[in-house]
T-cell receptor, first 114, second 116 residues
Framework: AQSVTQPDIHITVSEGASLELRCNYSYGATPYLFWYVQSPGQGLQLLLKYFSGDTLVQGIKGFEAEFKRSQSSFNLRKPSVHWSDAAEYFCAVGFYNQGGKLIFGQGTELSVKP | DAGVIQSPRHEVTEMGQEVTLRCKPISGHDYLFWYRQTMMRGLELLIYFNNNVPIDDSGMPEDRFSAKMPNASFSTLKIQPSEPRDSAVYFC??????????????FGQGTRLTVV
């Protein structure tokens, strides 16, 4: 069965430090991969997506993610974290021919300390 | 476009009452999804529609839950009777399928349901 694992439930980083959030997926075919961010009390905003092509994808707010097929991973990175990045981050896998259906990971809560 | 619109944003109801959550997808989108978010289970897909037709309702927790999409611009998720364990944030999302390529889903702001 398809699944997404985000191993880190909660991460704290200092403002200005680099960030990497981990995501591993299980899916038999080439996946469509997404990272969403959720601020408290808000909906989900798409940060970036991978459908095909270049395995390093750029997103909004200075985020990037790299698809590594050999490791079944799609880790999210940011070189310098801002206090406003504190939020919950969700990795998700989508499916061919099923519209925008998504399976989400459990999420990683990011705290940023000054 | 105003995006996916959900109403109400917050709903507090008593156990046993009927609850109806509403969603207006982005105009022109042909897929609509209902998700539920809880601390214990995270974000889980309840049901989704394609061109107003339910495609997969395997995520609907039990018969108390039902969803309809009478037309391309409106969907409802109904819980009858409601129970405290139904307390969660319910998200609606819509997408436009590109035919063989990956599709991005756009989410509404969610409805926070509290059943007391």
């Amino acid at each position: 069965a398809q699944s997404v694992t985000q191993p880190d439930i909660h991460i704290t980083v200092s403002e200005g430090a680099s960030l990497e959030l981990r995501c591993n997926y299980s899916y038999g075919a080439t996946p469509y991969l997404f990272w969403y961010v959720q601020s408290p009390g808000q909906g989900l905003q798409l940060l970036l997506k991978y459908f095909s092509g270049d395995t390093l994808v750029q997103g909004i707010k200075g985020f990037e993610a790299e698809f590594k097929r050999s490791q079944s991973s799609f880790n999210l990175r940011k070189p310098s974290v801002h206090w406003s990045d504190a939020a919950e981050y969700f990795c998700a896998v989508g499916f061919y021919n099923q519209g925008g259906k998504l399976i989400f990971g459990q999420g990683t809560e990011l705290s940023v300390k000054p | 476009d105003a995006g996916v619109i959900q109403s109400p944003r917050h709903e507090v109801t008593e156990m046993g009452q009927e609850v109806t959550l509403r969603c207006k997808p982005i105009s022109g989108h042909d897929y609509l999804f209902w998700y539920r978010q809880t601390m214990m289970r995270g974000l889980e897909l309840l049901i989704y529609f394609n061109n107003n037709v339910p495609i997969d309702d395997s995520g609907m927790p039990e018969d108390r839950f039902s969803a309809k999409m009478p037309n391309a611009s409106f969907s409802t998720l109904k819980i009858q009777p409601s129970e405290p364990r139904d307390s969660a944030v319910y998200f609606c999302a819509s997408s436009l399928y590109g035919g063989g390529v990956g599709t991005e889903a756009f989410f509404g702001q969610g409805t926070r349901l509290t059943v007391v």
